[in-house]
């Protein structure tokens, strides 16, 4: 299944079961660059956040003009800073955003019950890297991976730059057949 694009550094169409890195300095313009990754050319998608709460998802897609009731949320950080949340069918809260067992279930779940072009988003790995440890968030990151190869989706990974060294970044960017860089 071919997915169209129209992100800002992208190529035009992707395959299915593509990984797109998103290379940044920091958060700057990655919302306006995940949003239009996640509005176009879908039929379902899903956020993973290990950066912000669903509520901050939430205001995110509204901001950029998706409704933000199409979305499923995983939420990865609201529990770990002790914040409410509030239960839904479309939003799951993970224990913390080293909980990457969880996230990989709530991945595989989200893309067997949907059918159709599905995006999954992780913002972000360097937050992943951060709670968990780089060698995990690089496990995790390949086995989101195979899920999207399995299931004919793709994907878009955050990673910041700046924050960790260039062997970390070079090792992330060898997964990824798409890399766009901010």
Known sequence: ????????GAPETIPGGTGILLLHPSTADTDRL???????????FLVISTRTTA???????EFYGIEPAAA??????????????????????????DDIDGMLHAVERFLTEHHGK?????????ELSFYASE???????EALLELLGEY????????????HDSEF??????????VIEL
Do not use: C, Q, W
């Open 135 to 141: 060698s995990l968030a690089l496990e995790a990151v």
């Open 34 to 44: 995940d949003t239009e990754f996640l509005a176009n050319d879908t039929d379902h």
């Open 169 to 178: 970044v070079d090792e992330v960017r060898t997964h990824f057949d798409v």
């Open 72 to 97: 499923k949320i995983v939420d990865a950080i609201s529990v770990e800073r002790g914040y409410s949340r509030r239960e839904s069918n479309r939003v799951e809260y993970l224990p913390g955003p």
């Open 152 to 163: 004919d989706a793709v994907g878009l990974f955050h990673l910041a730059v700046n924050v």
């Open 55 to 61: 509520d901050e998802v939430d205001e995110k897609l």
């Open 118 to 126: 599905r995006k999954v988003s992780l913002d972000s790995v360097t």
């Open 1 to 8: 299944m071919e997915y169209r694009l129209e992100v800002a």
